[in-house]
Structures are given as structure tokens and as C-alpha cells.
């Protein structure tokens, strides 16, 4: 839904689903990320009318925004940019110049508006920074190619370019990673291994574990409009040592308690 957000799609989705499951009663279903709540909640009643929902991986902001049925219950993960921006600082303490990095689509926007606020906010007066949010794919590496070393770069996401054309955000991760002259961060736990540095970040295992044990609830009896939201409180400060030796940081810069 993320990389086809047209509603002609959307519809032959549920289509699909409603023909697939005609004969099936689900007991719960699971939603996972910000486009898959709206497409439910439309269709709903062609999938699974009246079946207890737990949403995933959803900041809390969010989750109050949808003002959702009493049914509906989520994980919250509530991503802290200034954190990763606090990690980017203590690897780079020279660092004068942010980079922020996202696409164009609508969960795009989503991200880079929220993260706009958090570095606003966060940022002191010696880190300018830079919006790259209407760049062409083959653009943005040019353009990273070319950046100082004093440069923070933080990686939102990335489903679509300037020209609508449609990408996985980790793969364009690890090709910005791969292209720049100047370190990359991320606040995504897929990000790791891809070239980027770290971030600060739940791993989307303790989501999922804390996702089944709401589920497991739900099987179990409980009435979902009892299951208030849950927070998954385990983020930490996470960094893949190969970039750190790429860009020669040293392990004894970062905040205790590192992974």
C-alpha cells in the first residue's frame, strides 16, 4: 500500500481479500505501519467486519489522531530523531553542517514533518541544517556524493523520489550510506547493515514480541476495548561497528549503554 497508495488498487486489494477469506472468521488481525490502518478501516467490513484490531508499530501521536473504534488497539513506538541527532554529535563533535534526508511520498511527508520538529527543537546554533526532500533518486547520491566531512546526515524514508518513482527506503539507505562522504544515520532498526551507522531505535523483534503478547490476549479471551495502547519501552542506542570503522568513530564516544 505504501509503494501503491491509489485508491483503484486499494480497492482490488480488499477485492481480493474479501474472495481469499470468503469462507474464513479471523480473531484478530494485525496491522502493520501507518497506510495499512486507513485502507482497514475503509474495507473493513469486506475483510473482517467486527474483528478485534491490534495496530503496530504506530507513534502515539498517530494512534490519537485516527480517533479509532473502541476495537482497536496498537503497539505504540514513538521514534525520537533528537536522539539519533544526540549520537550523530557525540561521533562527530566537529560536525557544523545536518543533512535530513526523505522522499516524497505521503508516509514520506508523514516523517520528514515530524522530524523537521524534533531537530528544530533539538538543533543548537552550530549545526546548520538542510531539508533534502525533493531530490530526483540518481540526484540525491550525486548531491551526497559531494558533501563535506563535517556533515551530519540523517535518513528518514524513502518510498518515492521527486519523480514518483517508487523505492524500498532501506535499499536507498544503503546506497546513500554507500555514496556519501559523510556518515549516515537512521532511526529504523532495518537500517543496520545496510552501511548506515545507527541511530536510537527499538528493534522491530521487541515490537513484534510485544505485538504477539497483545494478540495472545486477544486469543485468549480478553475484550480488545479493555486492551488499552501499549508502549514498547525498550529503544537504545544502536550502531553496526563496520561503518564505525569506515568512518573511523571511536566505540568510546558512545552514550552508555550502546548496542
Do not use: C
Not at 496498537?74 to 557525540?90: G, Q
Not at 540518481?138 to 556533515?151: I, M, R, V
Request: net charge positive; proline share 5%.
Amino acid at each position: 500500500l505504501a509503494r501503491r497508495p491509489d485508491e483503484a488498487h486499494a480497492l482490488r486489494t480488499a477485492k481480493f481479500l474479501q474472495e481469499k477469506y470468503a469462507n474464513t472468521r479471523f480473531d484478530a488481525v494485525v496491522v502493520i505501519g501507518i497506510p495499512g490502518m486507513p485502507f482497514l478501516l475503509t474495507y473493513r467490513d469486506l475483510i473482517a467486519p467486527g474483528v478485534p484490531v491490534v495496530w503496530s508499530d504506530v507513534t502515539q501521536a498517530t494512534f490519537d489522531a485516527m480517533k479509532l473504534p473502541a476495537d482497536v488497539t496498537a503497539v505504540i513506538n514513538d521514534y525520537k530523531p533528537e536522539r539519533t541527532i544526540e549520537l550523530a554529535e557525540r561521533l562527530q563533535p566537529d560536525a557544523r553542517r545536518l543533512v535530513v534526508i526523505g522522499g516524497t511520498s505521503g508516509v514520506d511527508r508523514r516523517w520528514w514533518q515530524n522530524a523537521r520538529k524534533a531537530v528544530e527543537a533539538h538543533n543548537s546554533s552550530k549545526l546548520e541544517a538542510e531539508y533534502w526532500f525533493d531530490r530526483t533518486y540518481s540526484g540525491l547520491l550525486e548531491d551526497a556524493s559531494k558533501l563535506p566531512l563535517d556533515t551530519i546526515v540523517l535518513f528518514l524514508t524513502f518510498f518515492a523520489d521527486s519523480e514518483d518513482k517508487r523505492f524500498i527506503p532501506r535499499d536507498v539507505a544503503g546506497a546513500v550510506a554507500k555514496a556519501s562522504v559523510a556518515p549516515v544515520y537512521g532511526f529504523f532498526d532495518t537500517y543496520l547493515g545496510t552501511g548506515v551507522v545507527g541511530g536510537f531505535f527499538e528493534t522491530y523483534q521487541s515490537i513484534g514480541t510485544t505485538t504477539a503478547g497483545l494478540v495472545l490476549q486477544i486469543l485468549s479471551g480478553a475484550d480488545v476495548k479493555k486492551l488499552a495502547a501499549r508502549d514498547n519501552l525498550r529503544p537504545a542506542f544502536r550502531v553496526d561497528a563496520r561503518a564505525m570503522e569506515r568512518w573511523e568513530k571511536k566505540k568510546k564516544n558512545l552514550p552508555p549503554g550502546s548496542t
